[in-house]
């Protein structure tokens, strides 16, 4: 009996640490798409970066941006609370050619992220492990790959390289990788000023990772905090556990990487989950045996569904999940929604890490459910205030503009205070007002729904009026609403 239980602990074991991450899944169930055209001719210039704008992200909120999502996410983006987008993905060839992600170059989103101060970085990836040794160790092929991330990072004016090579062998997976990196870090620094290199770094090291070597020979690591569950899971679970099992996210700082947590935090951003996982299952209860697993549902999928079914937490994963039942078949979904996040963000916190960072971008959809939850933690008038915050109220520009259907106008006071809101057409017009009659000092965000207004630019006008005092603060901003 026990002779089996090794054998099965063993085969389990070898078969966990050879499963795919999302990234890998992902980009597997994309690859073989049509690379679409960019919107954008290939002269039309990209600005230069500029300084962070006020209000931006206290640390590092670094966001995988894939091409997939790119023309919805785009919307939605909230640049002021990232600090780095990562477009995902430029596929590195055995030999050290690299192709660009569908839609290249973006020439909006690299405007705008610079325009606020957010670095766009370059995600090289490959899964295939000869390819990925040939990469490394082959002295042409490195030459070359090294030489078209510095022409790609020139052409576009980004700010560096993150690399995601997974599946690598497991000789591969220390000194070989970090002497390359090393050197890719090396070269990429002399070559393209103040650019950054890091790696997407697993969870949990299943052999051959030397974290501290990799932490060492780049500028930081991303770790790819999820995929603790998936399609190879035999029972359900949380995508992300804080804690429970052998493993997870508590571990993977405290015990994985805990050479690097305990002397570089500032080497470290935990990577979160805005996605989910959906299983048939034998039962309705937690932890059931799987039948089938169905797919991944993207957050905003998974909160949309969860508020037509029951809804349950998990105290040990600190997760969300919710069941149901369709043609006699049972389901489950388990899920991070803002709640889980806030504790790993708190973690991460606790742990001095560099940030947090997410896979991905754009999978939040119109929510700004997460985006709040950033906002409150890293960014807007919490994270930096205005000089002159301590004087008078401090009033934000919507977010986003130019937009479509909603936006939100960030603000903060210092007395009890009436806020008003006019909204009005440039010829004056008003065609949209609310009053608030009291709010105590605080940090505020309100949004303004925008169905019915035609396209065209309008002007908005808060006035902020103190209580007992009546000074009055009033700012006017112009936005675009799109159709």
């Given at each position: 009996m026990k002779k089996l239980f090794f054998i099965l602990f063993l085969v389990q074991s070898v078969w966990a640490q050879n499963q795919p991450s999302i990234h890998q899944i992902e980009y597997e169930q994309h690859k073989n798409t049509p690379k679409q055209a960019s919107f954008f001719k290939s002269s039309q210039r990209i600005i230069p970066l500029k300084a962070r704008v006020p209000g931006g992200p206290v640390k590092t909120v670094f966001g995988y941006l894939p091409d997939w999502e790119y023309t919805n996410a785009k919307e939605y983006l909230q640049y002021d609370l990232l600090s780095h987008i990562a477009a995902f993905d430029f596929t590195v060839a055995s030999n050290g050619n690299i192709a660009k992600p569908s839609y290249w170059p973006w020439t909006d989103v690299i405007n705008k992220a610079h325009e606020n101060g957010v670095k766009v970085i370059m995600t090289a990836?490959?899964?295939?492990?000869?390819?990925?040794?040939?990469?490394?160790?082959?002295?042409?092929?490195?030459?070359?790959?090294?030489?078209?991330?510095?022409?790609?990072?020139?052409?576009?004016?980004?700010?560096?390289?993150?690399?995601?090579?997974?599946?690598?062998?497991?000789?591969?997976?220390?000194?070989?990788?970090?002497?390359?990196?090393?050197?890719?870090?090396?070269?990429?620094?002399?070559?393209v000023a103040g650019s950054e290199v890091s790696f997407a770094g697993p969870a949990v090291n299943w052999g051959g990772w030397d974290l501290k070597g990799l932490a060492a020979s780049c500028d930081y690591i991303f770790i790819m905090g999820y995929s603790f569950a998936g399609g190879w899971s035999s029972k359900t679970g949380a995508n992300a556990p804080i804690l429970g099992g052998s493993i997870n996210i508590t571990n993977t700082l405290d015990v994985q990487y805990k050479d690097v947590t305990g002397t570089n935090p500032d080497k470290l951003i935990l990577g979160v989950p805005y996605y989910g996982n959906r299983w048939q299952t034998e039962t309705l209860l937690a932890f059931s045996k799987t039948i089938d697993f169905i797919n991944s549902p993207r957050y905003r999928t998974a909160r949309e569904e969860s508020v037509n079914y029951e809804n349950f937490w998990d105290n040990t994963s600190q997760s969300p999940w919710y069941r149901y039942t369709e043609n006699s078949k049972y389901y489950q979904v388990w899920y991070d929604d803002k709640e889980s996040l806030k504790l790993k963000y708190e973690l991460a916190d606790e742990r001095s890490l560099k940030g947090v960072g997410m896979w991905a971008l754009g999978y939040d959809g119109a929510r700004n459910e997460l985006w709040d939850l950033l906002r409150s933690r890293y960014g807007g008038p919490v994270g930096i205030r205005n000089p002159d915050a301590e004087d008078h109220p401090v009033i934000y520009q919507n977010y986003p503009n130019p937009f479509k259907r909603t936006s939100r106008i960030n603000y903060s006071i210092h007395q009890r205070s009436r806020v008003s809101l006019k909204i009005f057409e440039p010829s004056g017009r008003v065609v949209f007002q609310k009053q608030i009659e009291e709010q105590v000092p605080g940090d505020y965000n309100m949004e303004v729904k925008f169905e019915n207004f035609p396209e065209g630019i309008y002007f908005y006008q808060m006035q902020i009026t103190g209580l007992p005092s009546k000074s009055v603060y009033q700012k006017t901003f112009k936005m675009l609403i799109l159709r």
């Open positions: 990836v490959n899964f295939t492990a000869d390819e990925i040794h040939a990469i490394l160790t082959n002295t042409t092929i490195k030459n070359n790959f090294f030489n078209q991330v510095k022409t790609i990072l020139k052409t576009w004016d980004l700010q560096g390289v993150n690399i995601d090579f997974e599946s690598l062998h497991k000789e591969d997976r220390g000194a070989i990788l970090n002497s390359f990196m090393n050197e890719l870090t090396t070269f990429i620094h002399s070559e």
